[in-house]
């Protein structure tokens, strides 16, 4: 069965510290990946996707992410972290015309 | 440009009560999928909607049903409502062309059932 797992439920960083959001994915195809970030009370917005080609693809908002197929992850990364990226962050796999499997979530703190 | 609009934005309902989401896609979308998402979790798959059909539908009972209008809007309809229908119903529209067209969502609408 397709699942998501992000292992860490909440991470906490300085801000302006680095920033790494780990996701293992299983899936029996080639995955198509996302990852999603949700305020408070908020819908989801898309930071950045995977289909194909170069594994290291750039987001929204300085995020970027690496594929490692080896490895079935897809984690996130900000070289700098601010303030206002505080927020839950969710992994998912997408299937079948665009149906969405998500991660549990992770929950970043940003100290300052 | 409109993104994915939904209403209303909260709602309280009382158990065996019965409701209705309403959700407009994204200018020049024409796929609605709705997710639940209850607090503290992560959103799960209901059902989508394409060309007026529900074309696949995730692992919820049938007292949850849905609609999709000619303009491509959709309606979200939750019967015999249970405390455990508490949630975020979050709306997301694609475009069916696109492969794997990544889903925009609205912002939700809260529903609490007491």
């Known amino acids: 069965a397709q699942s998501v797992t992000q292992p860490d439920i909440h991470i906490t960083v300085s801000e302006g510290a680095s920033l790494e959001l780990r996701c293992n994915y299983s899936y029996g195809a080639t995955p198509y990946l996302f990852w999603y970030v949700q305020s408070p009370g908020q819908g989801l917005q898309l930071l950045l996707k995977?289909?194909?080609?170069?594994?290291l693809v750039q987001g929204i908002k300085g995020f970027e992410a690496e594929f490692k197929r080896s490895q079935s992850s897809f984690n996130l990364r900000k070289p700098s972290v601010h303030w206002s990226d505080a927020a839950e962050y969710f992994c998912a796999v997408g299937f079948r015309r665009n149906k969405l499997v998500f991660g549990a979530g992770t929950i970043l703190r940003v100290k300052s | 440009d409109a993104g994915v609009t939904q209403s209303p934005t909260h709602l309280i309902k009382t158990r065996g009560q019965q409701v209705t989401l309403r959700c407009s896609p994204k200018?020049?979308?024409?796929?609605v999928s709705w997710y639940q998402q209850a607090l503290g979790q992560e959103p799960q798959f209901i059902f989508q909607?394409?060309?007026?059909?529900?074309?696949q539908r995730g692992n919820f009972p049938d007292r949850f049903s849905g609609h999709q209008f000619p303009n491509y809007s959709s309606e979200l309809n939750v019967n015999a409502l249970l405390l455990g229908d508490s949630a975020l119903y979050l709306c997301?529209?694609?475009?069916?062309?696109?492969?794997?067209?990544?889903?925009?969502f609205g912002n939700g609408t809260r529903l609490t059932v007491t």
């Open positions: 200018s020049g979308h024409d796929t």
């Open positions: 995977y289909f194909s080609g170069d594994t």
């Open positions: 909607y394409y060309e007026e059909e529900e074309r």
């Open positions: 997301a529209s694609s475009l069916e062309q696109v492969l794997n067209s990544p889903l925009h």
